[in-house]
Every structure is written in structure tokens, then in C-alpha cells.
């Protein structure tokens, strides 16, 4: 079973940047894909940035430009960096893994943007 920790949220006025980090139990060379997803409140948990292990990378269109979702497999971590932050970014931030067909997720890091 892989293990997912999540870390780096906060709160950050508009405009801002975070950096959020992923790191899972074991080597991410056995993950097939690992990415970020996120929820806010009365809302469904959607895609925002997904890494596969050959390191093709999917953006959700809200993101782009401003989300990067890099891959460290020497520290067994996923990173999200999220530039010009917007309020409607405000949400519990949960990394997934993918191995072998099974996805395990992480408990979330929350992000709050302010106005």
C-alpha cells in the first residue's frame, strides 16, 4: 500500500505562491502516476495536474500557466507550484498515486486564497 503526505498549504493573499510537496512511502519509479486534485467547498474533486512516470504531464485548463506539477523520483515526491494564486483556487489540495490499477490518496493540505 502506498502512502501519500501532503504538505505546504496555507493561506496566501491573491497574487501569491505556494509550493505544495507529496511525498509517498516507496519509490515513485513503481507508481504509474501520481497528481494533484482538489475540492472546495460544494464542489466535486476535479483533476488539477497530473505527472505520469515517463513524465508526461496534464493541466487542468483553470491552472494552466499558472499550476507546474514536477516529479522528484530521488526523493519519492511530487511537487505542485502554484503561481499568481486567484481566491477561486481556494480548496483542499489531496495527491493521488496510481499503481498497479489501485489509487491511493493522500488526506489533503488546504489552501486558502484571500481577496
Known amino acids: 500500500q502506498v502512502q501519500l503526505v501532503e504538505s505546504g498549504g496555507g493561506l496566501v493573499q491573491a497574487g501569491g505562491s505556494l509550493r505544495l510537496s507529496c511525498a509517498a512511502s516507496?519509490?515513485?519509479?513503481?507508481?504509474?502516476?501520481m497528481g494533484w486534485y482538489r475540492q472546495a467547498p460544494g464542489k466535486q474533486r476535479e483533476l488539477v495536474a497530473s505527472?505520469?512516470?515517463?513524465?508526461?504531464?496534464t493541466t487542468a485548463n483553470s491552472v494552466k500557466g499558472r499550476f507546474t506539477i514536477v516529479r522528484d523520483n530521488a526523493k519519492n515526491t511530487v511537487y505542485l507550484q502554484m503561481n499568481s494564486l486567484k481566491p477561486e483556487d481556494t480548496a483542499v489540495y489531496y495527491c493521488?498515486?496510481?499503481?498497479?490499477?489501485?489509487?491511493?490518496w493522500g488526506k489533503g493540505t488546504l489552501v486558502t486564497v484571500s481577496s
Open positions: 516507496e519509490s515513485t519509479f513503481r507508481i504509474t502516476a
Open positions: 493521488k498515486a496510481t499503481r498497479y490499477g489501485v489509487d491511493y
Open positions: 505527472i505520469t512516470s515517463s513524465g508526461t504531464t
